[in-house]
């Protein structure tokens, strides 16, 4: 077999066999395959796609490239929950707790941020003493004992992907279907889950900026777990607005707990209890409707902020914090971003609202760089709010008081103001299942 007729036979539109999927994987893998071959192959499948078993098999090849995991030992189904990143996207603190309280198991590894998309790590890091690194059997024995533990990613999970995505990124073929989603569900596959819950984001905050696009994307990883034998739903959710009205580590935290506390911002709500029904549904605790009140009822009768409590307590973190956001350091400095006109707020960019919290100091561009925990964005006004001029529509917060001019630049030059109000959009647009 020979990369060269691999990637002659894809430039010309025709279908890769298993066995030649596999070659191509396990080259990227072992260095058997140069970069400039891996790179043409990419491209070839930028222009000439994949069929969804072959997309099956990239998937199944870039999971099985390194580490899985083993979580046979754990009592229960186990289910888990998977967003492709957003804005003020702190979901997995308030659903996680939610889910849990009612005896199914959450074993989730989460993600570090990079670029404008916070990630679960860095805001749980974001409390004093908190264990993000569990050796697995404590990770299971944890599980096993309250139901819930969330780590980051210790093992080697999919190498190949991490060699295919820096090629990518340096091609300009991160924007094909079947790449897309071989890397996410190659991740995601390497997790000994029984369902997943696929959060797929769409609009100007998210990878793919149309609803169809994301719809597509949801639909194709959707049939990779199938195919794989796992219970999968994707929604389909808006992020042309940030969620909530916190971007940032602590600063979102703070938002997770009032909302387990059960006044968080309704927009967040209402997608974290549509996350947690399909969630508990498809663990077999009934319809999708029964188990969006049972989340409620979580947050109603306190169930899930204890269970945030004692996950916290279990892996080091200042429960003090949790009890009493008001204890979480604060930034030294702060500055009211004002609006230049009277109107509505008729459009924002979400992806830029990210980089304006990215340059406060609350993201990183490598993996290198430091975070400040406590930087970020709080919104005073959202999409659709009427401001007055010189109104207050955010507070941006640094301990570097010179970040603040280009993030103040960046968040009003994403917020469109104009003198009708925008038409509502739903929070939530599709449902694949």
Known sequence: MRMYDIIKKKRDGGELSTAEIQYFIKGVSDGGIP????SALCMAIYFNGMNVRETCDLTFAVRDSGDKLDFSTINGIRVDKHSTGGVGDKTSLVVAP????????????????????????????????????????????????????????????????????????????????PLIAASIMGKKL????????????????????????????????????????????????????????????????????????????EDFTEVCLTLAGHMLSLAGKGSVESCIEMAKQAIADGSAYCKLLEVVSRQGGNTKLIENTSNFAKAKYSCAVKCKKSGFISKVNTESYGFASLALGAGRNTAEDAIDYSAGIILNKKTGDFVEEGEIIAILYSNDESAFAKAEEILLSATEVSGSKPENEPLIYNIIT
Do not use: W
């Open 35 to 38: 970069d400039y071959q891996i």
């Open 98 to 177: 939610i889910v849990s309280s009612f005896g199914i198991k959450v074993a989730k590894m989460s993600g570090r941020g990079l670029g404008h998309t916070g990630g679960t790590i860095d805001k749980l890091e974001a409390i004093d003493g908190f264990q993000t690194t569990l050796s697995e059997a404590d990770f299971i024995k944890q599980v096993n004992d309250i139901g819930f533990a969330i780590v980051g990613q210790s093992k080697q999970f999919a190498p190949a992907d991490k060699k295919l995505y820096a090629l990518r990124d340096v091609t300009a073929t991160v924007d094909s279907m």
């Open 190 to 265: 390497a997790a000994d889950d029984d369902c997943i819950v696929l959060d797929v984001k769409t609009g100007s905050g998210s990878f793919m900026k149309s609803v169809e696009k994301s719809t597509e994307l949801a639909q194709l990883m959707v049939d990779i777990g199938k195919s794989a034998g796992k219970k999968m739903v994707a929604l389909i959710t808006n992020m042309d607005r940030p969620l909530g009205y916190a971007i940032g580590n602590s600063l979102e935290v703070i938002e997770a707990v009032e909302t387990l506390q059960g006044h968080g911002p």
